[in-house]
């Protein structure tokens, strides 16, 4: 089955930029879509298709995908960024996602 | 607008079995899938399986096949996971997620408010 590898924390101080990766075999085949989780919340669609912000999602949250690494950048980190963030692609008719990643705003 | 009601917490002994309910509303509940993901506590978020509301069709996790059962009522706009022979390790949150795909590429839009299921002699 598919494999979709994340740091399980990034650091970042407010004002400068942060990227959460989210490795794979030959990721950049696949579409990748991210989502923003915060404590005792359901999780939040913030990039579908490597890099479409829903509607509601600031310009800040971008996507990028080639190879075999998708990357979530969130430009001019707020404090209320803070949260766990997932990646997930559609594989052989099954959702598989990373395992998260904590982004602490320092 | 979308949404998706779940049903309230449940506190099952191991070896039993829970039903959890998604009701839905604001879209037509036979054309998009439901997917039922499940959190334990402090962990990530683990894919159970989909069912597609208009066929019946379902399509699980290996890690769950012989022990879930997703079905839905058509008539009342609802979707169920049922798991059985449950552990202790089944102790998490269990959301209700509607999909949206598009050239057979799928990803959840709208989640449900999610459903406590405690296992605990």
């Known amino acids: 089955s598919y494999v979709l590898t994340q740091p399980p924390s990034v650091s970042v101080a407010p004002g400068k930029t942060a990227r959460i990766t989210c490795g794979g075999n030959n990721i950049g085949s696949k579409s990748v879509h991210w989502y923003q989780q915060k404590p005792g919340q359901a999780p939040v669609l913030v990039i579908y298709?490597?890099?479409d912000r829903p509607s509601g999602i600031p310009e800040r949250f971008s996507g990028s995908n080639s190879g075999n690494t998708a990357t979530l950048t969130i430009s001019r980190v707020e404090a209320g960024d803070e949260a766990d963030y997932y990646c997930q692609v559609w594989d052989s008719s099954k959702v598989v996602f990373g395992g998260g990643t904590k982004l602490t705003v320092l | 607008q979308v949404q998706l009601v779940q049903s309230g917490a449940e506190v099952k002994k191991p070896g039993a079995s829970v039903k959890v309910s998604c009701k839905a509303s604001g879209y037509t509940f036979t054309g998009y899938y439901m997917h039922w993901v499940r959190q334990a506590p402090g962990q990530g978020l683990e894919w159970m399986g989909w069912?597609?509301?208009?066929?019946?069709?379902?399509n699980y996790a290996q890690k769950f096949q012989g022990r879930v059962t997703m079905t839905r009522d058509t008539s009342i706009s609802t979707a169920y996971m049922e798991l059985s022979r449950l552990r202790s390790d089944d102790t998490a949150v269990y959301y209700c997620?509607?999909?949206?795909?598009?050239?057979?590429?799928?990803?959840?839009?709208?989640w449900g408010q999610g459903t406590l299921v405690t296992v605990s002699s």
């Open positions: 298709y490597d890099s």
């Open positions: 997620a509607r999909d949206n795909c598009t050239n057979g590429v799928c990803y959840v839009v709208y």
């Open positions: 069912i597609n509301p208009n066929s019946g069709g379902t």
